[in-house]
């Protein structure tokens, strides 16, 4: 009889141990998982103030879910500081932080600082890139092929001045909701089109490029030109006006193009997003400013503006009818996925080794689908955390 009762004692003490130990279990596994990003853009102003903002968005949205995720936000003074971003990047390795998340200013200036995190074991997010890096180990790149997004500027400059498309007079080209007006629509759209009618499409215009002869521009500008060259009337006037991803140093060229080619000027084509809108206040302010809800008369001195990019602001002067039209690099997915990209790299969990933002006109027709709810899917935290390898 004391046996059975010493062995039932025995079972209580191991239930109320097990018990105890599945408490402290549940205890651990709602303990946050700390995850430290240092992010590295190239200015803090326009898109990449819209890309930090949504780092901060997804880290938010990851402390509802078991992580503690700190985004650590520095940048140079402008793109050309080049040696500021580079130290910066060093601050974060000195730091060690978890990830480091960079959108470099130039590729090659960044190279050494991006190779020490790696000897430092610090895994590396490259973002507004998906091009690899030469000789680099980088966990993830988020972005878009610069080159494509060039290619697709330059369809919406065709379509507007009487190609098949959606923006000017030539042929409607049926689209729903949520479609992807991508480089395959723009090529599929321009395959069997005869030469007669590509001769039709006639338009004068000018270019606004970054940095001239570095890596983000000089790809941007061969993409444009690799797409109008199939136009033989769309004549692109003189040299392109380099304004260093500059809104004012845009704000000048465009006042010089206006005042070099006159009357006769049907668009400009500003390869970024402040570049574009500073095209845009320039022409405003001289009344010279193509509005997308009227139509163009060649000669007219009105001028139409494309760029690339797309932020909040760009999206409500597309709602306006002030700019034509933009193509999106997506810089709220840079920081939705960047922020979830880094968790799961500092959780030693998989990530793409590329993410293809996928860059796509965005018009009035458009343009709310992007800013200011932009369409992006939510997050499996819960799984992730589940998985984490990561100490708290």
Known sequence: MKAIIRQTAIAMGMATSLLGMAALGTAQAQEPVTVTIGWAPPD??????????????????????????????????????????????????????????????????VRSALAAAGEAGIPVIVVNLL???????IAAYIGFDNTQGGMVSAYSVADYFGGPGVLGTGDK???????????????????????EER?????KGVIIEGVAGGFFSTARLNGFHEVMKQFPNVEIVGNPCAADWNREKATRCTEDFMQSAGQDLDFIWAASN???????????????????????????????????????????????????????????DWG???TKFAVQLACQEETPAQFDIRPRTVYVDNAREFYPDPQLPDIDWDTIRANCKKAG
């Open 173 to 195: 080209v049926e689209v729903k909701p949520g479609d992807y007006l991508d480089l395959e629509f723009w090529q599929k759209t321009y395959a069997d089109l005869p030469e």
């Open 274 to 332: 402040e570049m574009g809108l500073g095209a845009m206040l320039a022409l405003g302010n001289a009344n010279r400013l193509q509005l997308a809800n009227e139509p163009h008369e060649s000669g007219s001195g009105k001028v139409a503006v494309f760029t690339n990019d797309v932020t909040p602001e760009s999206v409500d002067q597309i709602a306006n009818n002030r700019l034509i039209a933009e193509t999106t690099h997506g810089f709220a």
């Open 131 to 137: 091009e690899p890096i030469e000789g680099l180990d």
């Open 199 to 203: 001769a039709k499409i006639k338009a």
């Open 44 to 109: 803090i102003t326009g898109v990449f103030k819209t890309a930090t903002d949504f780092f901060e968005k997804s880290a938010q949205d990851a402390k509802a879910h078991g992580f503690n995720v700190e985004v650590i936000t520095r940048a140079p003074t402008s793109h050309l500081a080049f040696a500021d971003q580079v130290a910066i990047i060093e601050d974060f390795i000195q730091r060690r932080v978890d990830v480091i998340a960079v959108s470099p200013s130039e590729v090659q200036t």
């Open 336 to 338: 939705w996925f960047g």
